[in-house]
T-cell receptor
Framework: GAGVSQSPRYKVAKRGQDVALRCDPI?????LFWYQQALGQGPEFLTY????????KSGLPSDRFFAERPEGSVSTLKIQRTQQEDSAVYLC????????????FGSGTRLTVV | GQQLNQSPQSMFIQEGEDVSMNCTSS?????WLWYKQDPGEGPVLLIA?????ELTSNGRLTAQFGITRKDSFLNISASIPSDVGIYFC??????????????FGKGTLLTVNP
């Protein structure tokens, strides 16, 4: 498709369960970003990939969060042993290269941990 | 994580009225961006500002990059029902991870009564 695709759109996880969130960026986009948006807040940076290289993971809240982009296209954000404070919308964005203003965000995955 | 100070938090206006919202930061930014987010969707870029003092328009939207580089405002003129949504400011610095990482405000929820 023409946009950034994220799946699933909604995920309900029991506390302690592992989850995997998928992002399909726009074809050919080199840069890929993950942001976390808590209810009533703006998005907060989690991590940044350039092709398959994870250049910045400074925003990941804990070592339970792990992201990968093994072939430089699709990315997966994995959260292990989910906790209630992990409940949020997880947004993926991609951009063609150095034009970071050209971020295109996906619609996000809403994660609810019960 | 750091978030910008955005005000007001919410606005209820009549169709046809003008709207103004602003954003301040304790840090200097080299780029200010304004986004709109509809329910269940990711943020969409409205306006990007690159120079202190810059005033930029996009249709009924006008935004300015403050002289101190620590603030920005967005005006919407002659509001229409489809302007409803959450508006976010975002700043981008320079150096290190700052040239790709966006710091967002908490958002302004705009409701337009027809």
């Amino acid at each position: 498709g023409a946009g950034v695709s994220q799946s699933p759109r909604y995920k309900v996880a029991k506390r302690g369960q592992d989850v995997a969130l998928r992002c399909d960026p726009i074809s050919g986009h080199v840069s890929l970003f993950w942001y976390q948006q808590a209810l009533g807040q703006g998005p907060e940076f989690l991590t940044y990939f350039q092709n398959e290289a994870q250049l910045d993971k400074s925003g990941l809240p804990s070592d339970r969060f792990f992201a990968e982009r093994p072939e430089g296209s699709v990315s997966t954000l994995k959260i292990q042993r989910t906790q209630q404070e992990d409940s949020a919308v997880y947004l993926c964005a991609s951009s063609l290269g150095g034009n970071y203003d050209g971020y295109t965000f996906g619609s996000g995955t809403r994660l609810t941990v019960v | 994580g750091q978030q910008l100070n955005q005000s007001p938090q919410s606005m209820f206006i009549q169709e046809g009225e003008d709207v103004s919202m602003n954003c301040t930061s304790s840090s200097i930014f080299n780029t200010w961006l304004w986004y709109k987010q509809d329910p269940g969707e990711g943020p969409v870029l409205l306006i990007a500002l690159y120079k202190a003092g810059e005033l930029t328009s996009n249709g009924r939207l006008t935004a300015q990059f403050g002289i101190t580089r620590k603030d920005s405002f967005l005006n919407i003129s002659a509001s229409i029902p489809s302007d409803v949504g959450i508006y976010f400011c975002a700043g981008r610095g320079i150096g290190g991870g700052s040239n790709y990482k966006l710091t967002f405000g908490k958002g302004t929820l705009l409701t337009v009564n027809p």
